[in-house]
T-cell receptor
């Protein structure tokens, strides 16, 4: 069955460092992959989308890579700030016209001053 | 347009009662999705509409769950004969059909079945 794995343990880093979050998947060939941020008690907020034919995408301090051979995406936040503390969700989409997304369980990031 | 609105934000109900949630998507979005999220898990797909047509429904979704999107605008999700296992955050999202756009989620309705 399709499976998406994100680090279940929280990632604790020092302010100013680069945070790197991992998303691995099996039994799936997504046409694209998205990353979302979720704060407690709120809905997820879309951050970035990367397609299967793209290796890397950047947006301000965010960078996403997508390796379809390794079946892995890496999500980087450079110069991290305490305000970046949240849960980050990886979501995979199929090629059928951007229908449903399948979400991972998320990784909680805590950035300490 | 203030984004995706969901109502109510919180709902406490007794086991066996019926509940209905409402979602108002972004007006120009033709796609609407319902997801369910429990603590420590990612959102789980429930169903999807394109305009007023319900195009996909999760096989995991019990027959007690039904969703509608009359006239392709707002949507309702009804749960009949609620069970304690239905306690979760119910999230609604909308999107455009074109590429490069992610989902815009509402803040969710937290359901507690006692």
């Amino acid at each position: 069955s399709q499976k998406i794995e994100q680090n279940s343990e929280a990632l604790n880093i020092q302010e100013g460092k680069t945070a790197t979050l991992t998303c691995n998947y099996t039994n799936y060939s997504p046409a694209y992959l998205q990353w979302y941020r979720q704060d407690p008690g709120r809905g997820p907020v879309f951050l970035l989308l990367i397609r299967e034919n793209e290796k890397e995408k950047r947006k301000e301090r965010l960078k996403v890579t997508f390796d379809t051979t390794l079946k892995q995406s890496l999500f980087h936040i450079t110069a991290s700030q305490p305000a970046d503390s949240a849960t980050y969700l990886c979501a995979l989409g199929d090629s059928g016209g951007y229908n449903k997304l399948i979400f991972g369980a998320g990784t909680r990031l805590a950035v300490h001053p | 347009d203030t984004g995706v609105s969901q109502d109510p934000r919180h709902k406490i109900t007794k086991r066996g009662q019926n509940v209905t949630f409402r979602c108002d998507p972004i007006s120009e979005h033709n796609r609407l999705y319902w997801y369910r999220q429990t603590l420590g898990q990612g959102p789980e797909f429930l169903t999807y509409f394109q305009n007023e047509a319900q195009l996909e429904k999760s096989r995991l979704l019990s027959d007690r769950f039904s969703a509608e999107r009359p006239k392709g605008s707002f949507s309702t999700l009804e749960i009949q004969r609620t069970e304690q296992g239905d306690s979760a955050m119910y999230l609604c999202a909308s999107s455009l059909a074109e590429a490069n756009y992610g989902y815009t989620f509402g803040s969710g309705t937290r359901l507690t079945v006692v």
